[in-house]
């Protein structure tokens, strides 16, 4: 049988390249968890992702009622569930002042973050049931929240502290909206969102990698400087960026090959190692990359594991 891959945020940038190289490949249906139906559905048609192989579902990831009804729906659909990608993203660069997921979390650990955590979560009892031969479970990381490298040094860098914001709710009201307790900035909070998307891997495969056999990984695509990602920064950033890119740092990679690159975590042969975050060198070859200090810690994770798990209601 075809596998099924659900994929979150699959209505744009690097969701939707991936969707379409893994429907071309004839061997998976893919599933978009999508917060707008009708945009994906476009989306979809747009790119010639043929219907047999794909079904929109909604989701909206900054609502955890959402998440929660999302896996209902999708048990209801009684598709065995075979690979997750966590890919859906919201960046505010531009926010002088924080907003809120439905439940009141700051918006971009909120969705991020929390909502995959959830999901992701809900969705490892359904993944432990499938008789599929290679189980996946990816989530979208970013060099940006790495600060062992060049571009993770560009402030406001990430960085999550001792988690007291995130633990005292992250609700800008009794607590800061930054995970560490800081004053808001819409860049940090991203690129902390990012750090809490690798350590929740790393956490995944430490606590599941042995009993479920699924391999937990997480990858940095490289810069896709075009996506939708970009939407909200000031024009000039938004017009100068990709040549930037492109031709400064070299690490600019076309939404056609970031979504070559993912597709290929999900389903190549060669990448099966659990606990891994893919980078890809200027061959387009893949190879396993550091993370940093913080995005590594083992016990910043295990207490970002619990905090998270209080604010979703799971624990
Ligand atoms: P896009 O903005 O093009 O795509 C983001 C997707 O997330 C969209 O489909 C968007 O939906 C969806 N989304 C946002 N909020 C929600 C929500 N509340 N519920 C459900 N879906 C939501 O950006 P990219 O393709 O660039 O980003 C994809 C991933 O790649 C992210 O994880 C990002 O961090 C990562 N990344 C991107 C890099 C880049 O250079 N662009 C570099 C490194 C990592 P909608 O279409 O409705 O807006």
Not at 40 to 45: D, G
Not at 288 to 294: A, D, I, Y
């Amino acid at each position: 049988r075809k596998g099924n891959v659900v994929i979150t945020g699959a209505s744009s940038g690097l969701g939707l390249a991936t969707a379409k190289a893994l429907a071309e490949t004839g061997k998976w249906h893919v599933i978009m968890a999508c917060r707008d139906f009708l945009k994906a559905e476009r989306a979809a048609k747009k790119v010639g992702i043929s219907k047999a192989n794909y079904t929109v579902m909604h989701l909206d990831l900054a609502s955890l009622e959402s998440v929660r009804q999302f896996v209902d729906n999708l048990r209801r659909s009684e598709k065995p569930i075979d690979c997750l990608v966590c890919n859906a993203a919201v960046y505010l660069p531009t926010a002088k002042e924080p907003t809120y997921t439905a439940e009141g979390f700051e918006l971009s650990v909120g969705t991020n973050h929390l909502g995959h955590f959830l999901l992701s979560r809900l969705l490892l009892d359904d993944m432990k049931q499938s008789d599929f031969p290679s189980k996946r479970m990816i989530i979208v990381g970013s060099i940006t929240g790495n600060t062992n490298t060049l571009a993770g040094n560009v402030p406001p860098k990430a960085n999550l502290g001792d988690l007291r914001g995130l633990a005292a709710g992250l609700d800008g009201v009794n607590s800061s909206a930054m995970i560490d307790g800081g004053e808001f900035d819409g860049a940090k909070a991203y690129k902390d969102s990012k750090v809490c998307n690798m350590l929740t891997m790393q956490e995944l495969h430490r606590r599941y990698h042995e009993e479920t056999e699924i391999t937990f990984a997480s990858l940095y695509p490289g810069c896709i400087a075009e996506t939708g990602l970009f939407r909200n920064h000031i024009a000039l950033f938004r017009t100068l960026f990709p040549p930037f890119q492109k031709y400064i740092t070299k690490g600019y990679v076309s939404e056609e090959e970031a979504g070559k690159r993912l597709a290929q975590v999900v389903f190549d042969p060669s990448l099966t190692k659990s606990g891994v975050y893919w980078s890809w060198n200027k061959n387009s070859a893949s190879f396993e990359n550091q993370l940093s200090k913080e995005a590594s810690d083992t016990e910043k994770a295990r207490k970002l594991w619990e905090v998270s798990e209080k604010l979703v209601g799971l624990a």
